[in-house]
């Protein structure tokens, strides 16, 4: 099954099992954006790539109301989820897209995107910033929510099994754990410091990792 069949098979109980998948999910999600809002000129316009259900949107929608939002992601039916949710708003619009091989066309001050950029290659991830750089203003903000390898062999299984060890006793049914060792199939992972890597050879001069937390971190690149 391709990953875009399988988040579209999932897409109606995806958020509801969010906080049992990320042990971290308080700090991870609302700490960072509120600690990143903090410090940010209101954005006027915002794009989310891998948006799925409109999850990391609703939390910097909070902060941001005013800034138009645009919401893309392959899996349509993920799509249609954040479409309820935000249903009424003008200012959110979506595109069923992959971003791994071109971007919206428009402007953005602010690009953000959680747990999806770890399922591109090594390569991809490379030309996808390129594209973020070009895109975005100067002093424009990218941000990744994503999901890491340690870069080191003994402390990733560290990782790896303890995660695993967090989700067996979460609450969530053995389908949910079968799934959730399917999707693991398309994993990419780099670790934090090959990405900030990254980030820094496509020219963004300010790289931060401004969470991190076993397998979750945020990383940010101001251009």
Known sequence: M????????????????????????DDYYQGTTTFL???????????????????????WYRHFPGAAYVLVDIADEMLNVARKRFAGLDNV????????KALPSGGFDLIV????IHHLEDGEKRSLFQRIYD?????GLFVNYDQFCA??????????????????SSGLTL???????????????????QEMEMLSTCRFPTVQCVYACQKFAVIVGKK
């Open 151 to 168: 870069g080191q062999e003994e402390m990733n299984d560290w990782y790896d099994s303890y995660w695993e060890g967090q989700l067996a």
């Open 113 to 116: 995107s959680a747990l999806s």
């Open 37 to 59: 809002a903090a410090n940010l000129p209101a954005p006027k316009r915002v794009l989310d790539l891998g948006a799925g259900t409109g999850l990391l949107t609703s939390f």
């Open 93 to 100: 619009s979506y595109q069923t897209l992959d971003y791994a």
């Open 2 to 25: 391709s990953i875009e069949a399988q988040f579209n098979a999932i897409a109606q109980e995806y958020d509801a099992n969010r906080k049992r998948f990320i042990p971290c999910f």
């Open 175 to 193: 389908q949910d754990l079968a799934a959730w060792k399917e999707r693991r199939k398309f994993d990419r992972e780099c670790s934090v410091a």
């Open 135 to 139: 895109t975005l203003p100067p002093g």
